[in-house]
């Protein structure tokens, strides 16, 4: 199975932060990296598909970028409807992995 | 807009079947695949498996030995078995529509609301 690896496991940060989220890949998954945002009690939303596109809907605030094993999530200017548990999931290959999530709390 | 919603008991004992079903709206089940994700409380997500809306399927291997998915087009539901269940198995499990990427990959777009199943006597 593909290991993905999140960092930090936990964030804290103000609103208007600017904030990078990473996620490390155990073996090159090219660019088949998507982001989650998941709110308490509620299912996963995705944000990023493909690395670096945004789904329909989603902030422009939020973007992704990497390749191969490091991937980064970026949010520009934290809102506060931003403070959530973000996990990054790789499709490159079955079983698809969830890295073990990165918890954005207010400072 | 499609919408799924999960169905099913939320107490199982020990060692018997867990079966959810994922009714989907908003859109028809035929020519999509779909998923099943779990939770435990407070942990991260587990990927089960998917099928595809002819019943081909693809589970995870830690599971496969107690996975079988089924599809009903003519219901446009979904659904999931677990057997001899454990308080391992304790989680919010979730449906999900799984979308194939034109350039590769796939990723998980439209989700359920999540449904919690305890494993207990």
């Known amino acids: 199975d593909i290991q993905m690896t999140q960092s930090p496991s936990s964030l804290s940060a103000s609103v208007g932060d600017r904030v990078t989220i990473t996620c490390r890949a155990s073996q090159n998954i090219r660019n088949y990296l998507n982001w989650y945002q998941q709110k308490p009690g509620k299912a996963p939303k995705l944000l990023i598909y493909?690395?670096?596109s945004l789904q329909s809907g989603v902030p422009s605030r939020f973007s992704g970028s990497g390749s191969g094993t490091d991937f980064t999530l970026t949010i520009s200017s934290l809102q506060p409807e931003d403070f959530a548990t973000y996990y990054c999931?790789?499709?490159?290959?079955?079983?698809?992995?969830f890295g073990q999530g990165t918890k954005l709390e207010i400072k | 807009q499609v919408q799924l919603q999960e169905s099913g008991p939320g107490l199982v004992k020990p060692s018997e079947t867990l079966s959810l079903t994922c009714s989907v709206s908003?859109?028809?089940?035929?020519?999509?695949?779909w998923s099943w994700i779990r939770q435990p409380p407070g942990k991260g997500l587990e990927w089960i498996g998917y099928?595809?809306?002819?019943?081909?399927?693809n589970y995870n291997p830690s599971l496969k030995s107690r996975v079988t998915m089924s599809v009903d087009t003519s219901k446009n539901q979904f659904s999931l078995n677990l057997r001899s269940v454990t308080a391992a198995d304790t989680a919010v499990y979730y449906c999900a529509r799984y979308t194939p990427i034109g350039s590769g990959g796939n990723y998980f777009d439209y989700w359920g609301q999540g449904t919690l199943v305890t494993v207990s006597s």
């Open positions: 999931q790789q499709s490159y290959s079955t079983p698809h992995t």
């Open positions: 493909a690395a670096s």
């Open positions: 908003g859109g028809s089940i035929s020519g999509s695949y």
């Open positions: 099928i595809y809306y002819t019943g081909s399927t």
